[in-house]
């Protein structure tokens, strides 16, 4: 048998949805691909059929197994090139911003979520709720540049979120939340910077004890 017709792993898969996601923030992918391929990816039974959603992205490091075949030679690594943030928004796209100074700022129930978000607060209290909002896109980005506030960004059951992006000047982050790759309904980017402020990741009040007794 053929290494391209080896079953795959959980962990295979999430390892290629790792790679995914950082060819989306290299700007190699746009989210629309991002998902068309991530879907590809979880259904993928082999290694031949995981590894055909990475075959034409350079400098992707592509384990050998999920080459397919033995005796074909992995993809070139790249040259360093900068990378946008991801995901990166058009430079003719708006992107919606929640201002707030000294203000207590909510989103919750059915409230419709942008692809890209931007928080523009001051000593502000902020909730964002994403547990009943209504997605676009799977993958939502949200640019952070906040001074001595306390955001709260609750998600549902099985989101995920990165907050890898997001730059602490004495502040805190935090986030109780799995850290991708993409598999549910909600993958949260946090970036951009928090002075003397906090930001806090988590799923609904419960959910952790809902689980336990399901």
Same mark, same amino acid.
């Given at each position: ?9 959980? /962990? !295979? ?8 996601? +950082? ?5 190699? &992918?746009?989210?629309? $691909?991002?998902? $068309?391929?991530?879907?590809? %990816? ?6 031949? $059929?995981? *590894?055909?959603?990475?075959?034409? @992205? #350079?400098?992707?490091?592509?384990? #050998? $197994? ?16 900068? %990378?946008? /943030? ?12 929640? +201002?707030?100074?000294?203000? *207590? ?8 979520? #942008? ?17 009943? /909002? ?13 001074? @001595? ?8 059951? !099985?989101?995920?979120?990165?907050? *890898? ?7 805190? /982050?935090?986030?109780?939340? +799995? *850290? ?7 993958? @949260? ?5 928090? +002075? ?7 799923? #609904? &009040?419960?959910?952790? &004890?809902?689980?336990? &007794?399901?």
């Amino acid at each position: 048998m053929e290494s391209r017709d080896l079953r795959v792993s959980d /962990a !295979e898969r999430e390892h290629v949805g790792t790679l995914l996601q +950082r060819a989306v923030g290299q700007g190699m &992918l746009s989210l629309g $691909e991002f998902t $068309e391929r991530m879907d590809t %990816a979880l259904a993928a039974k082999t290694r031949g $059929e995981l *590894n055909a959603v990475l075959i034409d @992205l #350079p400098g992707m490091q592509v384990r #050998p $197994e999920y080459l397919p075949h033995p005796t074909q030679p992995g993809p070139v690594p790249a040259p360093p090139m900068p %990378a946008p /943030a991801y995901p990166a928004p058009s430079p003719h796209m708006q992107v919606p911003t929640i +201002r707030g100074r000294m203000s *207590n700022l909510s989103r919750k129930g059915r409230w419709e979520v #942008p692809p890209v978000l931007r928080l523009d607060t001051v000593l502000s209290s902020v909730t964002l709720d994403f547990t009943e /909002a209504v997605m676009r896109t799977q993958v939502v980005r949200i640019q952070v540049d906040d001074y @001595l506030s306390s955001i709260t960004l609750v998600v549902p059951a !099985e989101a995920t979120a990165d907050i *890898n992006g997001l730059d602490t000047v004495a502040a805190s /982050a935090e986030s109780k939340v +799995r *850290n991708g790759p993409p598999f549910g309904p909600l993958h @949260l980017i946090v970036d951009g910077t928090v +002075r003397l402020g906090s930001v806090n990741v988590k799923h #609904p &009040l419960g959910t952790t &004890l809902r689980k336990l &007794l399901g």
